[in-house]
C-alpha cells in the first residue's frame, strides 16, 4: 500500500481501501447465508477461479486493486506494459501456494488451489485486456501540447501528432492518435477532461495491437 501511494497516488489508496473494506464486510455477512452444501472439488476451483477472475478484473479495470498481490501486480505492469496483470497475479499466487504447500504438507489442496489461481488469471485478463482487444483514441483539441504530455507521462503510452485542417473553419491543427488498453479509458478520458473540457474525441475499438507496449509479434 505504502508503494502503491509513493508510486501510483493519493486516489489509488483511497479507491484499494474502500475496495478492501466492501470486501471484507461482504464477506462477512455473505458467509452464514450461502449454504453450506459439499460440491466437487474440481468444480469449486474451476467456478471459484472464474468468478474471482471477474471480480479481479473489474476491480483493477476502475483503477482500484483489492489490497493483495494485485497491488504488485499493477506497479509491475505500470513499468512492463507487455507483462498482463493477470500473469504477475499467477507468479505472486503460484509462489504463496507452493509456499503454503511446502509449510502444510497438503499436496492435493495446492493442486486445486493452482487451477483456481491459473483460471482465475485468465479470466482476469480477459476482462481487462480483451483478449489482446485495445482502443484507438483520436483527439483533437486547443490544448494537444499538454493532453500529450499528461498521456506519455501519466498514462505512459506514446503518441502520434496528425497535421489536420478543419472542412468548415479551414484551420490548421494537429490531432492526437494514440493506442490504450480497455483499463486504461477511464484514465484517459481523466486526462483530456482536465485540460480541456471541449475536445473532440474519437475511441475506436482495436481487434489487436502488435509492437511495444501491447502484443508482440
Given amino acids: 500500500m505504502i508503494i502503491g501511494y509513493l508510486k501510483i497516488g493519493t486516489k489509488f489508496i483511497i479507491s484499494t481501501s474502500v475496495v478492501t473494506l466492501i470486501l471484507s464486510i461482504i464477506m462477512q455477512i455473505m458467509e452464514p447465508i450461502i449454504p453450506n452444501r459439499h460440491i466437487d472439488t474440481l468444480l469449486a476451483s474451476i467456478f471459484g477461479g472464474i468468478l474471482t477472475g471477474l471480480g479481479i478484473g473489474i ?9 493483495g498481490v494485485d497491488i504488485l501486480a499493477k506497479l509491475i505492469n505500470a513499468k512492463y506494459p507487455h507483462i498482463t496483470l493477470g500473469r504477475v497475479i499467477l507468479i505472486f499466487d503460484f509462489l ?5 504447500g511446502f ?19 485468465r479470466v482476469t485478463d480477459i476482462v481487462v485486456y480483451g483478449n489482446d482487444k485495445g482502443k484507438i483514441a483520436f483527439i483533437i483539441s486547443k490544448h494537444n501540447e499538454s493532453i500529450a504530455n499528461d498521456i ?20 490548421q491543427n494537429e490531432m492526437i492518435m494514440c493506442t490504450v488498453r480497455p483499463h486504461e479509458i477511464s484514465t484517459l478520458y481523466s486526462i483530456i477532461k482536465a485540460n480541456d473540457m471541449n475536445a473532440f474525441t474519437i475511441l475506436s475499438s482495436a481487434d489487436e495491437i502488435l509492437g511495444m507496449g501491447f502484443k508482440k509479434f
Avoid at 506514446?158 to 473553419?169: D, P
Fill in 103 to 121: 509449510v502444510y504438507k497438503n499436496i492435493e489442496t495446492c493442486l486445486y488451489s493452482l487451477i483456481t489461481i491459473f483460471v482465475s488469471s
Fill in 152 to 171: 506519455l507521462f501519466k498514462l505512459n503510452r506514446g503518441i502520434t501528432k496528425i497535421n489536420v485542417t478543419g472542412g468548415y473553419s479551414k484551420s
Fill in 59 to 67: 476491480i483493477l479495470l476502475k483503477g482500484a486493486t483489492t489490497g
Fill in 96 to 100: 504463496v501456494i507452493a509456499l503454503t
